[in-house]
């Protein structure tokens, strides 16, 4: 699971099957003559196709340096640099080869680009891949690969004469060491930082494996990171997500069927999908995701939404060579609490070649991936894609140079401001291997800015911490955005809100009236969080709430159309006490005279009676009064207070 540091070429798609009649002919006839050097060549192949790749490229390196014309030689130790991750000294034998006779085999041609392509020499693999464009192909895939490097070596030379700012800080001791990290999340308060370290553990295979670790920050410093003992074990963790709240984390893990790996962690496929709630005394035990998720495939590098609905993730198939078949999942929580089945994400995100590392923001409309499947840098590059009106996501933009480069670039991660970037790289200056750098990301690749509300949810007379439902509302469509509750020990929650809507927020707990607050953040463009202190009232003769949102026309009694979700929600809690009679109170400010600030609080009380009454509310149970200006609760020298006075308000009567 650990990030990788080099794309695989794509020899082995272009060539599958070394042993067959790519490098031999039907007839056994070979590009040279000389029997001996055809038996070494037969020999390499046969140490190749048993692994015993040091014993191959010591015999073709024999052959190559004595008969440089045997083009399938020069050809197969091409491919074994390549396959043992040392692609620049493939451009030797290929060039050797090509040069030699051309047409033998067009497709080193597009080995020789992706070659060059590798090593960030953009003009030389557009020359390679030029080359082969002219030759018949009978290989979708490779024509489209060839497409590719074409069109991304005139991206590449055009963002290097662009660069976008970039300025990568590293995250400091707390966090990094000489040894690897990477895959961070963060919280949406920005406080609490989670990644990956791989750490030596002689009980583990290879005497390596993989760990969470977790760090707070202190000011502008990061703590030193703990161990996440009651995840970790002595076999890898990795790639996780946590929830807005840091209350749930989502992460992946290879386990046996049997649990034998992980003790009660079972597995179903390759890889799969765990997940764990954080306690008063600690994470809970992990549980697997369960097949409706998991597959015998690979399911790997989770991402969870903020609003605690959606879960996106990387499918796919692995091979000694390599991810074959990777594409970006996602599924949702349908109404009885389940996840659904996980579908393709809709769109252009996804390429007939490797998709990894995904990351939805928690705006909810900005994904963020890594891919080697859309014109970029070379290897694994950065992509921003954002939602349609129809669910679908638009043609991913490169984060552009030097963000990415020919290496690979991944596990990205954007904080909710959307100013900020996380991710792990290996550079000059680090405490070694891959460390955690932050940097403040360009305003072209930004996501919509999220604030966020956080609080504590109380009994307002015993102060008992209470675990209530929270939802988050667009007042416009009434859509519920984001839905959470809040801890059943200490009461508190944290709920993101995306800029440019206006929203309603609904607390509510059986047996308790319901709490309403509003948050216009149509044009909103700070990013300071709400602090929200909310005390419920059991419902009982007496209790009284103010309708933070049920709004009116100014100077009419006439119910605006966002009020319909406060009031469906009076409506619900009317219709689950059907022995409560209440009372609708209006009240307004000072400006204007009494009698006619009375009548028109008394008009707008009797709009929601009777909105209530077309909901099927019985009318006995309703009654409505007008009290003007008479009950202040705020002063009137200020706007503010004089928007606080005019309210309506909610109390039961018996």
Same mark, same amino acid.
């Given at each position: 699971?650990?990030?990788?540091?080099?794309?695989?070429?794509?020899?082995?798609?272009?060539?599958?099957?070394?042993?067959?009649?790519?490098?031999?002919?039907?007839?056994?006839?070979?590009?040279?003559?000389?029997?001996?050097?055809?038996?070494?060549?037969?020999?390499?192949?046969?140490?190749?196709?048993?692994?015993?790749?040091?014993?191959?490229?010591?015999?073709?390196?024999?052959?190559?340096?004595?008969?440089?014309?045997?083009?399938?030689?020069?050809?197969?130790?091409?491919?074994?640099?390549?396959?043992?991750?040392?692609?620049?000294?493939?451009?030797?034998?290929?060039?050797?080869?090509?040069?030699?006779?051309?047409?033998?085999?067009?497709?080193?041609?597009?080995?020789?680009?992706?070659?060059?392509?590798?090593?960030?020499?953009?003009?030389?693999?557009?020359?390679?891949?030029?080359?082969?464009?002219?030759?018949?192909?009978?290989?979708?895939?490779?024509?489209?690969?060839?497409?590719?490097?074409?069109?991304?070596?005139?991206?590449?030379?055009?963002?290097?004469?662009?660069?976008?700012?970039?300025?990568?800080?590293?995250?400091?001791?707390?966090?990094?060491?000489?040894?690897?990290?990477?895959?961070?999340?963060?919280?949406?308060?920005?406080?609490?930082?989670?990644?990956?370290?791989?750490?030596?553990?002689?009980?583990?295979?290879?005497?390596?494996?993989?760990?969470?670790?977790?760090?707070?920050?202190?000011?502008?410093?990061?703590?030193?990171?703990?161990?996440?003992?009651?995840?970790?074990?002595?076999?890898?963790?990795?790639?996780?997500?946590?929830?807005?709240?840091?209350?749930?984390?989502?992460?992946?893990?290879?386990?046996?069927?049997?649990?034998?790996?992980?003790?009660?962690?079972?597995?179903?496929?390759?890889?799969?999908?765990?997940?764990?709630?954080?306690?008063?005394?600690?994470?809970?035990?992990?549980?697997?995701?369960?097949?409706?998720?998991?597959?015998?495939?690979?399911?790997?590098?989770?991402?969870?939404?903020?609003?605690?609905?959606?879960?996106?993730?990387?499918?796919?198939?692995?091979?000694?060579?390599?991810?074959?078949?990777?594409?970006?999942?996602?599924?949702?929580?349908?109404?009885?609490?389940?996840?659904?089945?996980?579908?393709?994400?809709?769109?252009?995100?996804?390429?007939?070649?490797?998709?990894? $590392?995904?990351?939805?923001?928690?705006?909810?409309?900005?994904?963020?991936? $890594?891919?080697?499947?859309?014109?970029?840098?070379?290897?694994?590059?950065?992509?921003?894609?954002?939602?349609?009106?129809?669910?679908?996501?638009?043609?991913?933009?490169?984060?552009?140079?030097?963000?990415?480069?020919?290496?690979?670039?991944?596990?990205?991660?954007?904080?909710?401001?959307?100013?900020?970037?996380?991710?792990?790289?290996?550079?000059?200056?680090?405490?070694?291997?891959?460390?955690?750098?932050?940097?403040?990301?360009?305003?072209?690749?930004?996501?919509?800015?999220?604030?966020?509300?956080?609080?504590?949810?109380?009994?307002?007379?015993?102060?008992?911490?209470?675990?209530?439902?929270?939802?988050?509302?667009?007042?416009?469509?009434?859509?519920?955005?984001?839905?959470?509750?809040?801890?059943?020990?200490?009461?508190?929650?944290?709920?993101?809100?995306?800029?440019?809507?206006?929203?309603?927020?609904?607390?509510?707990?059986?047996?308790?009236?319901?709490?309403?607050?509003?948050?216009?953040?149509?044009?909103?463009?700070?990013?300071?969080?709400?602090?929200?202190?909310?005390?419920?009232?059991?419902?009982?003769?007496?209790?009284?709430?103010?309708?933070?949102?049920?709004?009116?026309?100014?100077?009419?009694?006439?119910?605006?159309?966002?009020?319909?979700?406060?009031?469906?929600?009076?409506?619900?809690?009317?219709?689950?006490?059907?022995?409560?009679?209440?009372?609708?109170?209006?009240?307004?400010?000072?400006?204007?005279?009494?009698?006619?600030?009375?009548?028109?609080?008394?008009?707008?009380?009797?709009?929601?009676?009777?909105?209530?009454?077309?909901?099927?509310?019985?009318?006995?149970?309703?009654?409505?009064?007008?009290?003007?200006?008479?009950?202040?609760?705020?002063?009137?020298?200020?706007?503010?207070?004089?928007?606080?006075?005019?309210?309506?308000?909610?109390?039961?009567?018996?």
């Amino acid at each position: 699971m650990t990030p990788s540091i080099r794309t695989a070429l794509l020899f082995c798609a272009l060539l599958p099957g070394i042993s067959g009649a790519v490098w031999a002919q039907p007839n056994k006839e070979y590009s040279i003559r000389d029997k001996k050097a055809i038996k070494l060549y037969e020999e390499a192949l046969a140490h190749y196709n048993m692994r015993e790749t040091g014993l191959a490229l010591q015999l073709l390196e024999e052959i190559t340096a004595t008969k440089p014309e045997f083009l399938e030689a020069q050809f197969m130790l091409a491919q074994v640099y390549d396959e043992s991750g040392q692609t620049s000294r493939a451009i030797a034998p290929l060039k050797a080869a090509l040069n030699t006779k051309a047409d033998f085999y067009p497709e080193g041609w597009l080995m020789l680009a992706e070659c060059y392509f590798a090593e960030g020499n953009y003009v030389e693999a557009e020359q390679s891949v030029s080359a082969y464009m002219p030759y018949p192909k009978n290989d979708r895939r490779m024509e489209k690969r060839a497409q590719l490097i074409l069109s991304s070596c005139i991206f590449a030379k055009r963002a290097i004469a662009n660069p976008v700012p970039f300025e990568p800080v590293n995250m400091g001791e707390g966090v990094n060491t000489d040894r690897d990290e990477y895959y961070p999340c963060i919280t949406a308060d920005q406080n609490t930082l989670l990644f990956t370290r791989l750490v030596k553990d002689e009980r583990a295979w290879q005497g390596k494996q993989e760990d969470f670790f977790i760090s707070s920050r202190q000011g502008s410093q990061w703590l030193m990171a703990d161990p996440l003992r009651e995840i970790n074990t002595p076999q890898n963790e990795g790639a996780p997500t946590l929830s807005a709240d840091g209350q749930t984390l989502i992460f992946t893990a290879c386990e046996l069927a049997d649990g034998s790996w992980g003790g009660s962690r079972q597995g179903v496929g390759s890889c799969d999908l765990f997940y764990s709630y954080k306690t008063a005394t600690g994470w809970s035990a992990p549980g697997n995701l369960g097949q409706g998720v998991n597959t015998g495939s690979w399911e790997s590098q989770p991402s969870y939404s903020a609003d605690g609905q959606t879960l996106y993730f990387i499918r796919g198939k692995r091979s000694a060579r390599g991810p074959v078949e990777q594409d970006i999942y996602y599924c949702y929580l349908n109404d009885q609490g389940k996840w659904s089945s996980p579908q393709k994400v809709p769109g252009r995100v996804n390429t007939d070649f490797q998709e990894e $590392s995904v990351m939805i923001h928690p705006d909810g409309r900005t994904l963020y991936f $890594s891919s080697n499947g859309h014109p970029g840098m070379g290897g694994l590059d950065i992509y921003r894609s954002s939602m349609l009106p129809d669910g679908t996501w638009d043609a991913p933009v490169n984060l552009g140079y030097p963000i990415n480069t020919f290496r690979d670039e991944n596990s990205l991660q954007v904080t909710r401001d959307g100013s900020i970037a996380l991710f792990a790289s290996e550079r000059d200056g680090g405490y070694g291997g891959l460390d955690l750098y932050q940097f403040e990301l360009h305003p072209g690749a930004r996501p919509l800015p999220v604030t966020y509300v956080q609080g504590v949810v109380q009994d307002k007379l015993s102060f008992k911490r209470l675990e209530a439902h929270l939802e988050l509302i667009d007042l416009e469509s009434g859509k519920v955005i984001t839905q959470s509750y809040s801890g059943a020990s200490d009461g508190k929650f944290l709920l993101c809100i995306p800029s440019g809507r206006d929203y309603a927020l609904n607390v509510s707990k059986e047996g308790y009236l319901f709490h309403s607050e509003n948050f216009s953040l149509k044009s909103y463009t700070g990013l300071k969080p709400y602090e929200l202190d909310v005390r419920l009232q059991k419902l009982r003769p007496g209790a009284q709430i103010v309708l933070e949102n049920v709004f009116f026309e100014t100077n009419s009694f006439d119910l605006r159309s966002e009020s319909r979700v406060e009031l469906d929600k009076l409506v619900a809690l009317l219709q689950a006490n059907p022995a409560r009679k209440v009372e609708i109170g209006g009240h307004t400010d000072n400006v204007g005279s009494d009698e006619t600030n009375r009548q028109l609080s008394d008009n707008r009380a009797r709009s929601v009676v009777e909105y209530l009454i077309s909901r099927g509310i019985d009318a006995a149970r309703l009654t409505h009064k007008g009290y003007g200006e008479s009950q202040p609760i705020a002063d009137n020298e200020s706007e503010e207070g004089r928007a606080r006075n005019r309210r309506t308000e909610f109390k039961v009567t018996e």
